[in-house]
């Protein structure tokens, strides 16, 4: 399984950006895919994760009303985007696109991922 996220950059506080996260290699259509971020001395946290079919969506509380997470399925493949508007200061971090399954509930756990991609850093800075 291959795992490539992109669209991080340096963005203006109230600004917005969209990541995207290309994934392949599935052995099968039903993994959970999420995003996940890591802000410099902190653990890394859950922003969001999708399920195997797009119908549920789960947000943390710091980005809910603010990000909208969506994907678009091939065949054992998948592109999955987040994009996120008002962004803060705080927001600042580097952004992991994880996966876990094969799975047809949601699982959104750090601990519960089985794989990982390179992360992409976004700054929000003036």
């Known amino acids: 399984v291959q795992l490539q996220a992109s669209g991080g950059g340096l963005v203006q506080p109230g600004g917005s950006l969209r990541l995207s996260c290309a994934a392949s290699?599935?052995?099968?259509?039903?993994?959970?895919i999420g995003w996940f971020r890591q802000a410099p001395g902190k653990e890394r946290e859950v922003v969001s994760c999708i399920s195997y079919n797009g119908a549920i969506t789960n947000y943390a509380s710091f980005v809910r009303g603010r990000a909208s997470i969506s994907r678009d399925n091939a065949k054992n493949a998948a592109t999955v985007t987040l994009a996120m508007n008002s962004l803060k200061p705080e927001d600042t971090a580097v952004y992991y696109c994880?996966?876990?399954?094969?799975?047809?509930?949601?699982?959104?756990?750090?601990?519960?991922?089985?794989?990982w991609g390179e992360g992409t850093q976004v700054t929000v800075s003036s």
């Open positions: 994880a996966a876990a399954g094969p799975t047809t509930s949601l699982t959104c756990r750090t601990e519960s991922m089985n794989y």
């Open positions: 290699g599935f052995t099968s259509d039903y993994y959970t």
